[in-house]
């Protein structure tokens, strides 16, 4: 069963750093595009930045400066670092996979969400 599960979230301050891990079981992430999203209250769900299998990387555009991604396949994990943490990046952060087409930070070319994890940045 494919299952993605994020951790790392928590409550930081303004100016913070965090970093996220999405945990992959069921099936190796090594050929997918993996991604990560954030969807605050009342907000459209937010592309963050995307590596696909070839190691490629596409970042949304406000995001280039702030977020890194990366993914280590040994360990079959996606990992977002934060950097420099406002208010306004607070939201539920996602982790997913996808199967086929262009590896973007896209959310309707995702097929495999992660159930989310909460990020809190206090001012």
């Known amino acids: 069963q494919v299952h993605l599960v994020e951790s790392g979230g928590g409550s930081v301050q303004s100016g913070g750093s965090l970093s996220l891990t999405c945990t992959a079981s069921?099936?190796?992430?090594?050929?997918?595009?993996m991604g990560w999203f954030r969807q605050g209250s009342g907000e459209e769900r937010e592309g963050i930045a995307a590596?696909?299998?070839?190691?490629?990387?596409n970042y949304a555009e406000s995001m280039m400066d702030r977020f890194s991604i990366s993914r280590d396949n040994a360990k079959n994990i996606l990992l977002l670092q934060m950097n420099n943490l406002t208010p306004q990046d607070t939201a539920r952060y996602y982790c997913?996979?996808?199967?086929?087409?262009?590896?973007?930070?896209?959310?309707?070319?995702?097929?495999?969400w992660g159930e989310g994890t909460p990020v809190n940045i206090s001012s």
């Open positions: 997913a996979a996808g199967i086929v087409g262009r590896c973007v930070p896209v959310a309707a070319g995702m097929d495999y």
């Open positions: 590596v696909g299998g070839d190691g490629s990387v």
């Open positions: 069921g099936f190796s992430l090594r050929p997918y595009c």
